[in-house]
């Protein structure tokens, strides 16, 4: 059973518009969500955090949103860039460490110039 | 940044052999480091948790005797694949972290091939 869901395994945004990356989890206990970005051949790289007691994030071009009651989260990218075009990780973790960090399926971005 | 160095980044054996990747912090002291595995298209799969001087802790499934894995240092935890076999080949990925409270970093991968 799948923890971490993230739907939609594909997206393609036209470039300088928004890029709403979806993630659902399961789990109640999750009190950290992290997304992280990847490229073919590379390991991923950690975008953006947050916490359980937050509803929003905010760094740059990124901010994740979070709705617990409807246990979901969302990562959205303005203005998005060709440069932003890799697969998206969802993850989360229970506690107030990050083990055992559980990741959903991925989303491949691809940001169109 | 964090950096964590992951190496070989990709590598073929034969079948029956054994294959060593290394993880290492580069510029902090892993006191965790995680290894996954990704099968193509699909999520990461955590595989066990390695701790600097004590046993790994593997996750349901995974054959401890099969993945030996080793944290001997702050900053260096390998994993070897024993007796390799075709079903083996996948991409493998370590990550590390320096305190319970810091986010994952993670390395560049290990792309295994057995033939």
């Known amino acids: 059973d799948q923890q971490v869901k993230q739907n939609s395994p594909s997206l393609s945004v036209q470039e300088g518009r928004i890029s709403i990356l979806n993630c659902d989890y399961t789990n109640s206990m999750f009190d950290y969500f992290l997304w992280y970005k990847k490229y073919p051949a590379e390991g991923p790289t950690f975008l953006i955090s947050?916490?359980?007691?937050?509803d929003k994030n905010e760094d740059g071009r990124f901010t994740v949103f979070l709705n617990k009651s409807a246990k979901h989260l969302s990562l959205h990218i303005v203005p998005s860039q060709p440069g932003d075009s890799a697969v998206y990780f969802c993850a989360a973790s229970v506690g107030t460490s990050y083990d055992k960090v559980i990741f959903g399926p991925g989303t491949s971005l691809s940001v169109i110039p | 940044g964090a950096v964590v160095s992951q190496h070989p980044s990709w590598v073929i054996c034969k079948s029956g052999t054994s294959v060593k990747i290394e993880c290492r912090s580069l510029d902090f002291q892993a006191t965790t480091m995680f290894w996954y595995r990704q099968f193509p298209k699909q999520s990461l799969m955590l595989m066990a948790t390695?701790?600097?001087?004590?046993?790994?802790?593997?996750e349901q499934g995974v054959e401890k005797d099969k993945f030996l894995i080793n944290h001997a240092s702050l900053t260096l935890s390998t994993l070897t694949v024993t007796s390799a076999h075709p079903e083996d080949s996948s991409f493998y990925i370590c990550?590390?972290?320096?305190?319970?409270?810091?986010?994952?970093?993670f390395g560049n991968g290990t792309r295994l091939t057995v033939t």
């Open positions: 390695s701790n600097e001087g004590s046993k790994a802790t593997y």
């Open positions: 947050i916490s359980s007691i937050k």
């Open positions: 990550s590390a972290r320096s305190t319970a409270a810091s986010p994952l970093h």
